[in-house]
């Protein structure tokens, strides 16, 4: 038996997963003995021990931090995946515990917090009162390595174009077009048809350039032959939007979903803008690959059904 055998076998223990992951998050040995309220002789001790023990050197140390090796990278990716198992035991078990209670955990973009979720969570706990819902907010771009790892079972927001990882699977739930809106009583109301020129002159709220609504929004003003507003905010939060709107005289974009529901509340008003055909569906995507828990297809049930209402009270209100 080899010494990295014998090491991984009998002596790798969780204190050692924990330090990889934390020198790779963090890379910089002070911050990790201040994150786990240890000696940096005690964190540098420990790392270099273990790759004494392995044979193989897992982290390059330069004045400014440590950068794991290639086989660095492979163990932490491990460790990773050992200590994500230990935690998903621990929850299990609490469940277990705690009379069988179920947990799905629901990753959401900004953008579908206020319209579509807690309709779709109420009509869930309405038939499953022992599923636990462990909300996580974010952007696509962040909450999809979480799902990817397991940490999230499902993503609720508005969908990219295209997805190239073999493993998700994506469903439409409903297509928004895009509108412009401002507080009530912003001088542009008063006017029954705009134009270009009018909406120029007004300072704007963009969509965060993480957002998947930014590169749709640029595209659509140089197909006007326009450039991008010169005066902006770039914001991902609706609630800074309908804040921030209240304070002034900007025009922000949204979804007709998202206008509808703050149109209804008096927090805000959508102009009457012929805007250009601009679509974005509102979908979910999980993980196929994963075993995925019993809630989630009751989830799924619940937030069609809440799309479902959420479109035709829209209408309703339209008319």
Request: glycine share 4%.
């Amino acid at each position: 038996m080899t010494s990295l055998d014998w090491f991984i076998r009998n002596e790798l223990k969780t204190r050692h997963l924990r330090l990889l992951v934390a020198l790779d998050d963090l890379r910089h040995v002070g911050k990790v003995a201040s994150h786990v309220n240890v000696t940096q002789p005690a964190v540098s001790k420990m790392l270099s021990e273990m790759e004494k023990e392995l044979g193989l050197k897992l982290f390059d140390r330069t004045p400014k931090g440590v950068t794991p090796t290639v086989y660095g990278e492979s163990l932490i990716k491990h460790a990773r995946h050992l200590l994500k198992g230990y935690n998903d035991a621990r929850d299990d078990l609490k469940d277990l515990m705690a009379g069988g209670k179920s947990r799905l955990k629901v990753g959401v973009l900004s953008n579908v917090v206020s319209a579509l979720l807690p309709l779709s969570v109420a009509l869930l706990k309405r038939q499953s009162p022992e599923t636990n819902v462990l909300l996580r907010e974010g952007t696509m771009e962040r909450l999809l390595p979480q799902m990817l790892q397991g940490d999230i079972d499902i993503i609720v927001g508005r969908l990219a174009e295209k997805h190239s990882l073999p493993d998700l699977e994506s469903k439409v739930l409903a297509q928004e077009p895009i509108v412009l809106v401002t507080r009530p009583g912003h001088p542009l109301l008063q006017h029954e048809r705009l134009d270009w020129a009018d909406i120029m002159q007004y300072p704007w709220v963009l969509p965060s350039s993480e957002g998947l609504l930014h590169e749709p929004l640029e595209r659509t003003f140089e197909q006007q032959g326009l450039p991008m507003p010169s005066d902006f905010v770039e914001a991902l939060s609706i609630q800074f939007v309908i804040a921030y709107l209240q304070l002034t005289d900007s025009i922000a974009t949204t979804t007709r979903d998202i206008a509808d529901y703050y149109r209804q509340r008096n927090q805000l008003a959508l102009l009457h803008f012929n805007f250009p055909r601009m679509m974005r569906p509102l979908g979910i995507i999980w993980n196929k690959s994963r075993t995925q828990p019993p809630a989630l297809a009751l989830f799924v049930s619940c937030l069609e059904k809440a799309a479902r209402t959420n479109s035709l009270a829209e209408q309703h209100a339209r008319t």
